[in-house]
């Protein structure tokens, strides 16, 4: 498991939650325990497993995470640092990579078009830096979320939405384009 990308989860929980002083190795022992972090514990030992040629394993620890909690994680899937779920349940994580500091609501899916037995990484979402997953939401084949963008509550992408964008509706459009804010504009 990446210490460094499960610290980062719990770190992230911790600043959403509003408590501002560093994390201690206790408190981050801790929290390994907590419910609504014990999701991410178990994605990250599926995902040390699974990068260590270790398939039963990592299986295992996925399959763990579906009968607790409703999630389905492929261990297959590459995933950044700061993930917060803020609700398991419903939740299918099938992308290629997610990246850091990423929120995923309940009910999302993310996965191929097809019934991709084999988990085909170029029939899979990349999700950028930064990215906020509304409830329901549907990023479904081989699409691009650019970093900083919103994808609305019960959203089907089926196309790339750019970084700073916020896409909603069924199928999804970008509905708010955003400029990237710059130093001197604050």
């Not at 995923?104 to 170029?122: A, N």
């Not at 384009?177 to 504009?185: A, F, V």
Request: charged residues 15%.
């Amino acid at each position: 498991m990446s210490m460094k990308n499960l610290r980062a989860d719990i770190e992230r929980y911790y600043q959403l939650a509003g408590v501002s002083k560093s994390v201690s190795g206790l408190w981050l022992f801790a929290a390994c325990f907590n419910p609504r972090l014990f999701p991410n514990v178990l994605l990250r030992l599926s995902e040390f497993f699974c990068k260590r040629h270790m398939g039963p394993i990592a299986k295992f620890f996925s399959m763990l995470n579906v009968l607790l909690f409703g999630l389905e994680v492929s261990p297959r899937v590459e995933i950044g640092g700061g993930l917060f779920l803020a609700h398991t349940v419903g939740t299918v994580i099938g992308a290629e990579r997610i990246g850091c500091n990423v929120t995923i609501m309940q009910g999302v899916t993310l996965g191929s078009k097809e019934p991709d037995i084999q988990f085909t990484v170029s029939t899979r979402p990349v999700i950028g830096n930064h990215v906020l997953i509304g409830a329901g939401a549907r990023i479904i084949g081989r699409v691009t979320i650019g970093d900083y963008a919103k994808i609305g509550a019960n959203a089907v992408v089926l196309d790339d939405v750019p970084p700073y964008a916020t896409a909603a509706g069924i199928s999804a459009r970008v509905i708010e384009p955003k400029q990237q804010i710059t130093d001197h504009e604050s």
